[in-house]
């Protein structure tokens, strides 16, 4: 630290020493004809030697950051980047001689120029005797001094928290962590196309709620002074968008934020993003059909394969993704015998055996799927639907005909984490408003994650929800396995941290 602090003391002088000759170190106004990688797109299909640059040979305008610096007498190379900088083409080079721009600038150039600095320059391309294109500085611009000097140009930054806390130096330095982020931003674009092909129609839903209700979670809460009621920070938007498919939106989603009070972990933020849609006159089944589609697609268009790495293992998207119930999986996963999965009791005594906690207060459906969490989860690398829930987990699902302990619902696992969770909705307001005070007694008995009623919520069924299927998609998860990624924290942009301490 200070050393750090003995350098950012010589450039602060020198920022100093630029007002004193005139120069702003925080100029503004230079405008850029190119990116980096557009001059080199173009320039490479005519460039030859310096010697034959003459006034007709084109001008490019660029900019970026000084990512290395070589001077020498009378000439210095530097290698800028800017935003179209990938892993295979990180810099691009500039050629810096005095008798181009004059012995003034090229003195304050020396002596001024840093690593990390953004500057702009003016001027032709032509291909080094190495072979390399190098734009020939004819105008120079400091255009933004930087004062911290940037991590080890090979080190990078290692550690992992303070690469989190200092996600600017992170992007700066390494490109593999900018790409990860162009990923993310394919996926959602894929994600957006995908559906308003379809005829879904994007919505926003309030991020406040009067009610935290569309999850079992624990919510945010916050206040607003003008109303002078408790709001909550959304735990999920279901139920406002099915309020919109009440309205006549048929086809609706929404890619957004959540926020859950709940532990942190490699799978787990407080904030995150999810997909959810909700289509008229489908069912949970349709719902299977159209993500098998949506992640088939979207590994192919964002991977260019139908398969990808993970870890140890190769994950392939190819259709159809495997299925099991939940008891299937139990039994062919988790190698608990068909016959030990029909009752409570014998849960229980499986639970015990197996080292699995669980409370003596848990109904048969909440043990079952906690087994299955516990006992498959892991195991499920390859896309795999898992079905036939228990409603007692289920309080917003619609029952399967005939079986009324059963809900018409899935959810989809990859890579061993929940990524998908969907189902056939539940229409009929006098069932779920049944379904609502059964959770509250949930409440009641001390689970603050059990569903609140929402009055205008049944309000709203009661006006007719069509049959309708819909569903929610883990945004940052699905980023983890298509970038390869084991952490949460690594594909968003600024996750939470503990604050910092000044020890």
């Known amino acids: 630290m200070e050393d750090y602090n003995k350098l950012m003391t010589v450039r602060l002088d020198k920022v100093e020493r630029l007002r004193e000759l005139g120069e702003n170190p925080y100029a503004n106004g230079f405008s850029i004809s190119h990116t980096l990688a557009q001059v080199r797109k173009e320039a490479d299909e005519y460039a030859a030697e310096m010697s034959t640059i003459d006034e007709a040979s084109p001008r490019y305008q660029v900019a970026g950051r000084v990512m290395a610096i070589n001077q020498m007498g009378k000439a210095s190379f530097v290698r800028l980047r800017d935003r179209s900088a990938t892993v295979d083409e990180p810099n691009f080079q500039i050629y810096v001689r005095k008798d181009r721009i004059g012995d003034d600038a090229y003195s304050q150039f020396k002596q001024m ?6 500057v702009g320059a003016v001027g032709p391309v032509f291909r080094s005797r190495r072979g390399e294109l190098s734009l ?3 105008e120079f611009h400091l255009l933004t001094k930087s004062i911290r000097p ?3 140009k090979w080190a990078g930054l290692t550690d992992k928290e303070t690469r989190f806390r200092q996600r600017y ?21 894929y994600t957006r196309n995908f ?6 129609m994007e919505v926003e839903t309030p991020m406040m709620q009067v ?4 999850a079992t979670a624990r919510p945010f809460e916050t206040f607003h002074n003008a109303l002078g009621i408790p709001l909550y920070l ?8 099915k309020r919109l498919v009440v309205g006549g939106f048929e086809r609706v989603f929404e890619l957004n934020r959540n926020f859950r009070n709940e532990g942190m972990s490699p799978k787990h933020n407080p904030e995150f993003t999810m997909l959810e849609f909700y289509q008229a006159y489908a069912t949970y089944e349709d719902l299977i059909e159209l993500t098998e589609e949506l992640l088939a697609g979207m590994c192919q268009s964002v991977r260019g394969d139908s398969s990808i790495a993970w870890g140890e293992h190769e994950i392939s998207f190819q259709r159809p993704f495997a299925r099991f119930t939940v008891q299937e999986a139990l039994v062919e996963l988790g190698e608990v015998p068909h016959e030990r999965t029909e009752t ?7 639970a015990k055996e197996r080292g699995v906690h669980c409370e003596a207060t848990w109904s048969y459906g909440k043990l079952l799927v906690h087994l299955f969490e516990e006992l498959c989860e892991p195991k499920l690398i390859q896309p795999t639907f898992i079905t036939k829930y228990p409603v007692a987990v289920s309080p917003l699902s619609r029952k399967t005909d005939g079986e009324p302990d059963w809900v018409d619902r899935f959810e989809l696992f990859i890579g061993g984490n929940e990524v998908a969770n969907g189902f056939s909705e539940l229409n009929d307001p006098g069932d779920q408003r049944q379904r609502f005070e059964d959770q509250m007694l949930e409440r009641e008995a001390g689970d603050d994650e059990a569903h609140p009623i929402d009055n205008d919520y049944i309000r709203a069924l009661e006006y007719g929800l069509p049959p309708t299927a819909g569903e929610g998609i883990g945004i940052d998860r699905l980023v983890m396995l298509l970038t390869g990624q084991q952490s949460i924290r690594e594909v968003i942009l600024f996750p939470h941290m503990r604050p910092e301490t000044n020890e």
């Open 113 to 118: 120029l840093d690593l990390g600095d953004i």
């Open 234 to 241: 959304r735990i999920a938007p279901e139920l406002y968008l």
């Open 169 to 189: 130096a992170d992007l700066i330095m390494s490109l593999e962590v900018r790409e990860t982020f162009r990923t993310r931003a394919k996926i959602l674009q």
């Open 344 to 350: 409570l009791d014998e849960l229980q005594s499986v």
């Open 150 to 152: 940037l991590p080890d």
């Open 195 to 200: 559906f308003e092909s379809r005829d879904y």
């Open 211 to 214: 009610v935290a209700g569309g």
């Open 136 to 138: 020939v500085v004819e």
